[in-house]
């Protein structure tokens, strides 16, 4: 299709002119801001596609000129190929065609989408407008994968796990037992329920295989738990009186400023769970916490709980703490279970015994 077909001919010349000198003023920008002018430009190039084509004569054969003019004139830049072009006009028309937004003016929705909205790469947007269906849950994902510098793999993970659906949606007592600040921060840095589907377990597993699982995968674990979490160890001992007790698990939260204690229950939810893990915040507190830290959060992790039952028994805890479940999605038949080492011999193979495991491990 030559430009004259268009109908419109000068008006098509003139505005590709337009383009080709808008594009080389990105071409120019300094190469740490490129990702956003370049941004800025596919949202700007968007919106005049969608004018142009709205109620005129040019049909998708228009995008298959301009791909062949943009690509004669930037032979080196891939990003005008009509495929390109048309995902282009997909991802304007996502966010300008929400119905909350929809009646809005356009210049109102690009202010409103500016804040952090240009500042993760291309790839990640294509990601977000294929795997999400609504606005505010797209915008979510935009923004948590500039603050966590997520790459585009992990933004995949984070969006088919349902974690928009997730976050913040743990049982706690954050509101009576935190500041508002520290509270509010808290509850959307637990989720329910955690999705441990890096694991290989038997429907019967134990704490101990569940803890020792976790550890083994720690790198996945931290990545499901959240940004932030800083591993310290698992059965980290704690003297009280004449006796000892152990912490299945201990984080310290670099955002939060304080330690996080992680217990694990592979059955239902009690109430005398929340009453041992108050003890052993009450202990931390007292023996780990520095001048600085914030209040030491508990989360208990449970294979199902009672949302009741819950509520009742963190209404009298006086230490901040969170119920959530956790779902494996591979399980291991039983029949296998005595054909893999045992827990002693993997403890053995990975060096790690009942003693507290030392260093930190984050992300």
């Not at 830049?77 to 809005?104: C, D, M």
């Not at 947007?125 to 999400?132: D, E, F, G, Y």
């Not at 329910?192 to 694991?199: A, C, I, K, S, V």
Request: net charge negative.
């Amino acid at each position: 299709m030559s430009s004259d077909s268009l109908g419109q001919p000068a008006d098509y010349r003139n505005w590709l002119t337009s383009l080709k000198s808008r594009f080389r003023q990105v071409q120019l920008k300094a190469a740490v801001t490129v990702n956003t002018a370049l941004l800025q430009f596919y949202w700007e190039l968007g919106a005049d596609i969608v004018t142009r084509q709205a109620g005129s004569q040019w049909g998708e054969g228009f995008l298959k000129q301009l791909s062949a003019d943009l690509m004669q004139e930037f032979p080196e830049v891939k990003g005008f190929s009509r495929r390109n072009l048309e995902l282009i006009r997909q991802w304007h028309r996502f966010y300008t065609e929400a119905p909350e937004i929809a009646k809005q003016p356009v210049s109102q929705i690009t202010q409103q989408l500016a804040a952090g909205f240009f500042g993760i790469p291309w790839g990640h947007h294509l990601a977000i407008i294929a795997k999400c269906k609504q606005h505010d849950e797209a915008l979510y994902y935009v923004q948590a994968s500039q603050a966590h510098g997520w790459s585009r793999s992990v933004l995949t993970h984070q969006i088919e796990s349902g974690l928009w659906q997730r976050e913040g949606r743990a049982l706690t007592n954050f509101r009576h037992t935190l500041s508002a600040a520290q509270s509010d921060l808290a509850v959307q840095t637990l989720k329910d329920p955690y999705l441990f589907d890096f694991l290989s377990l038997t429907r019967e597993h134990t704490e101990r295989e569940l803890e020792l699982g976790l550890i083994q995968h720690i790198s996945q674990f931290l990545l499901e738990l959240g940004a932030g979490f800083a591993y310290i160890g698992r059965q980290v001992p704690l003297q009280v009186g004449e006796r000892e007790f152990f912490l299945d698990l201990l984080f310290y939260h670099t955002r939060l400023h304080c330690h996080v204690v992680v217990e694990l229950k592979t059955g239902d939810f009690e109430p005398e769970h929340a009453g041992k893990l108050n003890f052993y915040l009450k202990a931390v507190d007292e023996q780990l916490r520095s001048e600085g830290d914030a209040p030491s959060i508990g989360l208990l992790l449970c294979k199902s709980r009672d949302r009741l039952v819950a509520e009742y028994a963190l209404s009298d805890v006086h230490k901040p703490m969170g119920i959530a479940s956790y779902e494996l999605t591979h399980q291991l038949p039983t029949a296998l279970q005595d054909k893999l080492p045992s827990i002693e011999a993997l403890e053995r193979e990975l060096g790690l015994g009942d003693e507290a495991e030392d260093g930190r491990a984050g992300v």
